[in-house]
């Protein structure tokens, strides 16, 4: 399904002191089946702007078009479109509930009044993405660890089937590998079912290994958008907006500046380590 | 959403009714209210109203925002209004609907009823929106202070007050953004009968009680870290002190209420 944003406007708290637009002008356009990363020094608007993305805030104007429905047109049905696009907010953990794991993910398929059978498989299926196994089904969520709490949340949202899936900063505060476990999940769901996915995150290697397409966000607008390589050839406009570019950058960069001739595009370990060792290859030959 | 409540809150300006001692302006409002009971008739209350009015001038606030206050607490002004005009008894009828009588009686009671409440709230609205919770708790601190030796813990009392006034906020900001991950998962707050709203609230409700007892115990540990002990010995970053203003604030304040007082025996 594709997003569509035009001219997309939002004030907080609009008659009051503490007015305070989030979102100018924004306009966007996400084909079907994209993997794209936001990013954005904290208080950009990228959270306010997902919620718009699944009708969970009202713009003051502009239009958001899911498929070919404009989600804020009169008798649209909201709730049909957030099973749509599902959005798993920043520490998701915060929303479990249920006495069981189990019952928990069957929060969101069951308001949906699906079947039991189905609710039931697809509840068994979402767990099993995320890696929570069979065991734990019926334990309270609340027993659970912090890493295994925020997989069971993500599971409540991937049990609505969404077509487009929106994570705010799913791995904050999470140690190192259940990182990496968690997005090689979402990789796989994005790879598997070519759903569309809009990964919000503050860290540039994870935009760098698992995105396709970068869009930038500073004070409430979008300031560029564009392939990753590209995007993170821009060192100092990142860091004049509070970003950075993944370490590799910074060390393919330095190099470059002694002599060596490594190509710019390069943003992963992985692709670094690929150069350095024909570089190094080619050298002692 | 939930964020537009206004009761409570404090709203930041520069006026003369902001720069006041926050224990001027808690005698003050508590001294409005009790005139609003000791003298009810139709021109003490337009004096308390003038009063009232020129205290809000003064404060710079929109009076659009003052009102949205009364909006949240409207079925209880109704309520108090609707059931003093049918319940009150008397002798005048005025009007009769079917089973129900309007007395002249009823007329008047639901009348000052009304007035009095919203006075009694946008009074004591005027009292938040000016003084920021914490200066507010100094206050009350203060005034509590002479009771401690009747052994009434004044500081714990208003430590308890800045605590529970620190949360509101953040405890909306958690409502807000648990229903909102909820609504994400397709939960529905607003439709079906009593039963079912109340028991769609479950997944809002839990989650909050559980980040609530989470901050408490948090907050509880961090004090302790910072060997808080209590009132005693402790000292104070802002000291309170009156200045010009709450002298001529406490001479406006008398003059109203003797105004008051001497219009009841005339
Ligand atoms: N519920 C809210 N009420 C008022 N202001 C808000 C609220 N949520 C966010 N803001 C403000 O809107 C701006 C954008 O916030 P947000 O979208 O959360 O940014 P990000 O997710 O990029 O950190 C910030 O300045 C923030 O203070
Ligand atoms: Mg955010």
């Not at chain 1, 699906?114 to 993405?129: G, M, P």
């Not at chain 1, 958008?225 to 950058?249: C, H, N, R, W, Y």
């Not at chain 2, 001294?31 to 609003?36: A, D, E, R, T, W």
Request: with cysteine.
């Amino acid at each position: 399904m594709s997003i569509t944003i035009e001219n997309l406007n939002y004030t907080y708290s609009a008659d009051t002191a503490f007015k305070m637009q989030a979102l100018k002008q924004i306009s966007l356009t996400i084909k079907p089946g994209e993997f794209i990363g936001l990013i954005g020094h904290t208080g950009s608007g990228k959270s306010t702007l997902i919620q718009q993305i699944n009708g969970i805030l009202k713009p003051d104007s502009g239009k958001v078009i899911i498929g070919d429905i404009s989600i804020f047109d009169k008798g649209v049905d909201l709730r049909s479109i957030r099973q749509k696009v599902g959005l798993v907010f920043q520490y998701p953990e915060h929303q479990l509930f249920e006495m069981t794991v189990f019952k928990d993910v069957a929060f969101g398929p069951t308001n949906m009044k699906l079947q039991d059978d189905e609710i039931n498989k697809r509840v068994k299926h979402a767990l099993s993405i995320v890696g929570i196994e069979e065991s734990l089904y019926e334990s309270s969520p609340f027993d659970l660890s912090g890493g295994q709490k925020r997989r069971v949340a993500i599971a409540g949202v991937l049990a609505m089937m969404p077509e487009i899936l929106i994570l705010d900063e799913p791995t904050a505060g999470l140690d190192p590998q259940g990182r990496y476990e968690i997005l090689d999940e979402i990789q796989n769901l994005h790879k598997s079912l070519g759903i569309t996915v809009i990964l919000v995150s503050h860290s540039m290697e994870d935009i760098a290994r698992y995105v396709d397409r970068v869009v930038v966000m500073d004070k409430g607008e979008i300031k560029m958008d564009g392939l990753v390589k590209d995007i993170f050839k821009e060192t100092e406009a990142l860091e004049a907006m509070g970003l950075a570019v993944p370490q590799v950058s910074y060390l393919i960069q330095a190099l470059n500046k002694h002599g060596f001739n490594l190509s710019e595009d390069i943003v992963t370990l992985e692709e670094a380590k690929e150069a350095l060792i024909t570089l190094l290859k080619r050298e002692s030959e | 959403m939930i964020r537009d409540i206004t009761i409570g809150q404090f709203y930041p300006a520069k006026s003369r009714i902001h720069e006041l001692d926050p224990r001027t302006k808690i005698n003050g409002t508590f001294f409005f209210i009790l005139s609003l009971f000791i003298n009810q008739s139709l021109i003490t209350y337009g004096l308390a109203f003038l009063a009232l009015s020129a205290v809000i001038m003064a404060t710079t606030i929109p009076v659009r925002f003052m009102l949205k206050g009364l909006k949240s607490i409207f079925i209880i002004i109704m309520l108090t209004i609707v059931l003093n005009l049918f319940l009150t008894p008397g002798t005048t009828v005025l009007l009769t609907l079917g089973r129900f009588t309007i007395t002249s009686e009823g007329l008047q009671t639901a009348f000052y009823m009304g007035t009095r409440l919203i006075m009694l709230i946008i009074g004591s609205s005027v009292l938040t929106l000016t003084t920021s919770p914490i200066t507010l708790t100094d206050g009350i601190e203060a005034l509590l202070k002479p009771l401690e030796r009747i052994k009434v813990p004044a500081h714990e009392i208003a430590m308890m007050m800045t605590i529970a006034l620190r949360f509101i906020p953040i405890l909306l900001e958690e409502t807000d953004k648990i229903m909102k991950a909820q609504l994400a998962r397709g939960a529905d707050f607003e439709s079906g009968g009593l039963i079912k709203k109340a028991r769609s609230m479950v997944p809002l409700l839990v989650p909050l009680f559980i980040s609530s007892f989470r901050r408490a115990d948090d907050l509880a540990l961090a004090m302790e870290a910072r060997c808080y002990r209590g009132g005693e010995g402790r000292t104070r970053l802002k000291q309170l002190k009156y200045k010009k203003v709450d002298f001529w604030a406490y001479n406006i304040l008398m003059l109203y209420l003797i105004i008051f007082v001497v219009l009841r025996f005339i």
